[in-house]
């Protein structure tokens, strides 16, 4: 608990949401008695109001950025701070900005969150806060909220909710409301705890909470080179907001995935197939007349899928190509018929993959294989 917590103390801010909008927690009851005397007697006439929850736009920050391959799934963890002044609801989505690389899939969990938030009605005793009874809806036992204190926001832990009793007439007589108790306890370092008058009354008390969105990165569209995606949550109240209709928010697209181009390994060798030598990286003889075969093995590092790649060799000095002699992965290639040499890796390369690959794509785990044989001059 106390590690998740930390995270979101520390996370950047990235959406400054708009203060509450109200002043008294959504939920509560305005009760309101009058009280009519006269000789022989009296009579008291009551009116109840109920207060509305009026939406706001959350506080939203990222922790990140996150790392990942094509093809991989990368999760950026969003902090959500209600701003409201009661329970609410946000239906959340993800956009992305994509740069060098194709469109990733994105997940968001969960879509739609709840949180509850209410306002201090009265000053706060020793690590507990008031408000109005009925506003305490959403805040429970467990839930972490933010309070700011002397300008700065910390994030505490509710201990315990005792749920108060709105204020009501009986005959003719009222009973003032007696206030819902939020017992809180440090949640996060460096927050101070809560004593007498340090939290006045009308100051927001907001729900924070945590969702995430799984990015499964796109292939990069250079060929060895990275990109990145930056993901835009937006979403949108289920409260109405002072115009009547929810109210909609962003956090402006501060979550990015930086996708690599991917790591590889290259490994050349050489056998002297007229001497039936065997493949070696050095110390293979030769004479005049010899034909050699060259064999080229690329692999992506463990655990990374390379894309974009392209193999390129020369034909080697004092030496002759071997018409129809390329391979890739046991297949044959085609000469090259409009370069200088015949050679398919001569003169910009040849775009290669592992055998389960698409073009230009090395599956982690396999290696793509190339052959071509050369005679001595």
């Not at 006439?45 to 990140?64: H, Q, W």
């Not at 309070?147 to 108060?164: A, K, R």
């Not at 009973?175 to 927001?204: F, K, M, R, W, Y």
């Amino acid at each position: 608990m106390f590690k998740r917590l930390a995270l979101m103390a520390t996370a950047g801010a990235c959406l400054l949401g708009n203060p509450a909008l109200a002043a008294t927690g959504g939920g509560a009851t305005i009760h309101n008695a009058a009280t009519l005397t006269f000789s022989g007697g009296e009579m008291t006439a009551t009116v109840d109001v109920a207060v509305l929850t009026v939406g706001a736009a959350p506080v939203i920050s990222v922790s990140g950025p996150s790392n990942a391959n094509a093809g991989d799934t990368a999760t950026l963890t969003y902090t959500i701070t209600s701003t409201s002044n009661g329970v609410d609801s946000y239906t959340l989505n993800a956009s992305s900005t994509d740069s060098n690389v194709a469109a990733p899939t994105l997940a968001v969990t969960p879509p739609v969150i709840s949180l509850g938030a209410s306002i201090t009605s009265r000053a706060s005793t020793a690590d507990t806060l008031y408000i109005a009874a009925g506003s305490e809806t959403g805040l429970d036992a467990g839930d972490v909220v933010r309070i700011n204190i002397g300008g700065t926001d910390y994030l505490y832990e509710i201990t315990s909710v005792t749920p108060g009793t709105p204020a009501f007439t009986v005959g003719n007589t009222t009973t003032p409301e007696q206030p819902t108790l939020i017992v809180l306890s440090n949640a996060s370092s460096g927050a101070p705890a809560i004593g007498a008058g340090d939290v006045p009354a009308g100051v927001q008390i907001g729900e924070v909470a945590t969702f995430t969105v799984n990015v499964t990165a796109g292939a990069p569209t250079v060929p060895g080179s990275g990109g990145s995606h930056t993901v835009e949550i937006t979403g949108e109240t289920t409260a109405p907001g002072p115009g009547g209709t929810p109210e909609d928010f962003t956090d402006g697209g501060s979550g990015v995935v930086i996708v690599f181009s991917g790591e590889a390994v290259l490994t050349k060798e050489v056998r002297n197939v007229t001497t039936g030598s065997a493949f070696a990286t050095s110390g293979v003889t030769a004479r005049s007349g010899d034909i050699l075969e060259y064999r080229l093995t690329a692999s992506p590092l463990p655990g990374e899928t390379v894309t974009g790649a392209v193999l390129e060799d020369s034909l080697p000095e004092h030496t002759t190509y071997v018409a129809d002699s390329t391979q890739l992965n046991g297949n044959p290639v085609a000469d090259d018929t409009v370069g200088a040499t015949l050679l398919p890796l001569d003169e910009g390369g040849l775009q290669i993959n592992t055998p389960t690959g698409a073009a230009g794509e090395l599956v982690d785990g396999e290696s793509a294989v190339i052959l071509f044989r050369v005679s001595v001059n």
